[in-house]
């Protein structure tokens, strides 16, 4: 399950639409857009079945080196089991790299001056306390990506008020949760046909969207700052919905039905646009001098960056220099024989370049 194993944050969801995310030989055939991050589990899962890999997945191993060997002409990887810590290694002529290229034993997390003095409860969404209840509490958000944009609607459900502190913001869009046309064209056409409609549409929407942000940069500003103001409605300051930087030149973020709006709509959570000075026993102290008062603090500030699993690529036992080392459309390594690595899209569903 990887990343939709692992992360466990209310809301938890898939941020690019799954006719497109999804794999092109296993149709997505739900009505939801956006999954949620259980549904793309069992999915996944699924897929797995159907086409009979569990028996050929080892599980709970953890990849920590693979060398090449000119003499043998084949890799060895080494891999560590996560409960016993027995060392298994495997030989294979061509090694194929599917590990992504975030942490998964920890995520970005500055340390903040004062957090130690803090006596509420402090979490990064990576590692989200299955216990953990914040039903009625007041709730800070540390952060504006896709994961702040997430968290934010779904906690402001039960908490008693949740404020998403940033130190800049980020365009979002509000997109529909259900496709409307491919659940009209399900009754008259054959599934798999709308599923290939539906993953065209949409490819064609990103990619036109993209390339209009970037032909057009000052219009698709005004586009969005336009869309955003008016789904947060009046009471929001417009400067809290103003980034600095033009569409697409950071990803945009998605708001299903647009449940990041309506949780400020509501009142229910509200936008804070400033620095952390430190934090107090009781919640956040601002550069400007303003307090937010906290009984839970869920640092949202990003994932750490790390290429290839962190696994320690050698060859002949010499240690490869990445740093050093041309890459081929993403997938080649210079000079490193029979080995390749799945990148994928960073400005549109990740798994269409893995496809």
């Known amino acids: 399950g990887g990343t939709w194993d692992l992360f466990r944050y209310p809301g938890i969801r898939s941020d690019s639409d799954m006719a497109s995310f999804g794999y092109n030989f296993k149709p997505w055939?739900?009505?939801?857009?956006l999954a949620m991050?259980?549904?793309?589990?069992h999915y996944m899962e699924e897929t797995a079945r159907e086409f009979r890999l569990q028996d050929k997945v080892h599980y709970g191993l953890k990849i920590t080196g693979a060398d090449w060997s000119d003499a043998d002409q084949r890799w060895t990887v080494t891999a560590v089991h996560e409960k016993t810590g027995d060392t298994r290694q495997f030989t294979?002529?061509?090694?194929?790299?599917?590990a992504g290229y975030y942490n998964y034993d920890q995520g970005y997390r500055p340390t903040f001056e004062g957090e130690e003095s803090f006596k509420g409860t402090l979490i990064h969404p990576q590692f989200w306390p299955e216990d953990l209840n914040y039903e009625g509490k007041k709730v800070v958000v540390i952060g504006s990506g896709a994961t702040a944009i997430t968290v934010v609607p779904a906690m402001a459900e039960k908490a008693g008020h949740v404020t998403m502190l940033q130190r800049s913001p980020s365009y979002i869009m509000a997109m529909p949760d259900t496709d409307k046309i491919s659940m009209a064209l399900n009754k008259v056409l054959p599934k798999k046909l709308v599923f290939?409609?539906?993953r065209k549409?949409?490819?064609?929407?990103?990619?036109?969207?993209?390339?209009?942000?970037m032909r057009w940069p000052n219009a698709m500003r005004r586009f969005m700052l336009n869309h955003m103001r008016k789904q947060a409605g009046p009471t929001v300051d417009p400067r809290h919905l103003t980034p600095s930087y033009n569409p697409w030149e950071q990803r945009l973020c998605a708001a299903p039905d647009g449940d990041f709006f309506k949780a400020l709509r509501s009142g229910k959570a509200d936008l804070v646009t400033d620095h952390i000075d430190h934090l107090t026993e009781t919640g956040i102290v601002l550069?400007?001098?303003?307090?937010?008062?906290a009984d839970i603090i869920v640092a949202a500030t990003g994932l750490d960056v790390q290429l290839m699993g962190g696994l320690a690529l050698r060859l002949n036992g010499q240690p490869v220099e990445l740093t050093q080392k041309l890459t081929y459309k993403g997938i080649m390594l210079q000079d490193v024989p029979n080995y390749a690595w799945i990148f994928g899209y960073t400005n549109a569903p990740w798994t269409l370049k893995a496809d």
Do not use: P, W
């Open 287 to 293: 550069k400007s001098g303003q307090t937010l008062e």
């Open 37 to 41: 991050g259980n549904d793309i589990r």
């Open 201 to 213: 549409r949409n490819i064609l929407f990103q990619r036109g969207l993209y390339l209009a942000s």
């Open 92 to 98: 294979c002529g061509f090694l194929l790299n599917c």
């Open 29 to 33: 055939y739900s009505d939801r857009v």
């Open 196 to 198: 290939t409609l539906a």
